[in-house]
């Protein structure tokens, strides 16, 4: 009868001090240069990814990080395990701030951060066999776990669905959802205290996504490993994460406990967010329907961003004090305690159908009335 693999023993939950965070990110800024000119490349400006995120992470906890693509959420995560070198701001692990820290100073520190990469492609090495990358880590820091690497590669990879016989294998013999168990396997195998999972199962078949995040929750369960898990999928994250911060453009917009971001936003992106997740809804009464709110356009470029509050542009409720003014990310009223929201004008803490629409694009506005849409412009 073959044994039940067994977990290691839960390593210890500290967190620098008693009441200290595991992680502190605070003012955190990441601009990446844009260079133009001949033959002179000179810096004609940055691309402002990331511009004064707060972050805190307490041991064993699960933070999820949710927003559009390219709102700075994937260059977040590699900055809090410092795989890129900030601009600004602190980012303070156990009370030792590691903002700017040296290959030498942060090594203690590398096996207790590890990071599940959003591309399962690029981030497994070609010529390495499934054993070699998996126990890499493991030989790097020395660790020699009981009965050998190899049995413990073997055991990982159970763990996270894979045949143990598969140890000899290269990447390119797996498939895209197979190789991103082989990249959680990676960050299990050092027992870490924190692991950044950058989008770890948008590549991942639908039923397969629940096993993994099954499997994450019970290893953050058992080992009281804390996560900052970073997903579009908003389902994905209200079932994985403890508490969630919204982000936008460089910007964390609302931040709080997993219960008031989904059923008591308060700023209009969140709104807008919420109202574009899929649900199947089979209750006649139209006050159960869910709001229905449809932005026009992108996000803006991060290279000049908009003034004042950076959503206004896309916003139902801008008025002129959100271009002058940039709202704070406070406790505003009837929110709840740890439920902070960066709006001048927040909305009402509710979910629900309102009277009407919200339909911000034009063109689709007219196509629902009937009416002819705007014509596109005429060539010169």
């Known amino acids: 009868m073959k044994e039940d693999l067994v977990l290691p023993a839960p390593r210890e939950k500290s967190a620098g001090a008693d009441g200290e965070p595991l992680l502190e990110v605070s003012g955190l800024v990441k601009h990446f240069p844009v260079k133009g000119g001949f033959p002179i490349r000179r810096t004609v400006g940055a691309v402002q990814a990331v511009d004064g995120v707060d972050i805190t992470v307490h041991a064993g906890e699960s933070f999820g990080l949710v927003g559009e693509s390219g709102c700075g959420k994937s260059t977040t995560g590699r900055l809090i395990a410092r795989l890129l070198e900030p601009t600004g701001g602190t980012i303070t692990y156990r009370g030792q701030d590691i903002s700017h820290a040296n290959r030498k100073q942060?090594?203690?520190?590398?096996?207790?951060?590890?990071?599940?990469?959003q591309d399962p492609y690029s981030s497994l090495n070609p010529r390495q066999t499934v054993g070699k990358i998996i126990s890499g880590p493991m030989e790097i820091n020395g660790i020699n776990p009981e009965g050998g690497r190899e049995k413990r590669v073997r055991e990982l990879l159970e763990i996270v669905g894979l045949n143990p016989e598969h140890y000899n294998r290269f990447p390119h013999e797996f498939s895209g959802g197979q190789r991103q168990r082989i990249g959680v396997a990676r960050a299990l195998a050092l027992e870490p205290k924190l692991i950044v999972a950058d989008e770890p199962v948008s590549a991942l078949d639908v039923s397969i996504q629940a096993q993994v995040v099954n499997l994450l929750q019970k290893v953050q369960r058992e080992l009281g490993i804390a996560f900052v898990f970073i997903a579009h999928d908003l389902a994905v994250v209200r079932h994985f994460s403890q508490r969630v911060a919204v982000m936008y453009l460089g910007k964390i917009i609302e931040v709080g406990d997993r219960e008031s971001i989904y059923t008591r936003p308060r700023h209009p992106y969140t709104h807008a967010l919420l109202s574009a997740v899929p649900e199947v809804n089979l209750a006649t009464d139209d006050a159960t329907a869910r709001e229905r709110i449809r932005l026009a356009g992108d996000v803006p470029s991060p290279i000049s961003p908009p003034s004042g509050c950076r959503f206004r542009t896309r916003c139902w409720k801008a008025q002129d004090k959100c271009a002058t003014e940039e709202p704070p990310l406070v406790q505003i009223s009837g929110n709840r305690e740890g439920h902070l929201t960066a709006c001048h004008f927040p909305e009402?803490?509710?979910?629900?159908?309102?009277?009407?629409?919200?339909?911000?694009?034009?063109?689709?506005?007219?196509?629902?009335e009937g009416t002819p849409g705007p014509e596109p412009a005429q060539e010169a």
């Open 348 to 368: 009402e803490p509710t979910t629900e159908a309102r009277d009407e629409d919200i339909v911000l694009d034009p063109a689709l506005a007219a196509l629902e």
């Open 106 to 117: 942060l090594a203690p520190i590398r096996s207790e951060i590890q990071m599940i990469f």
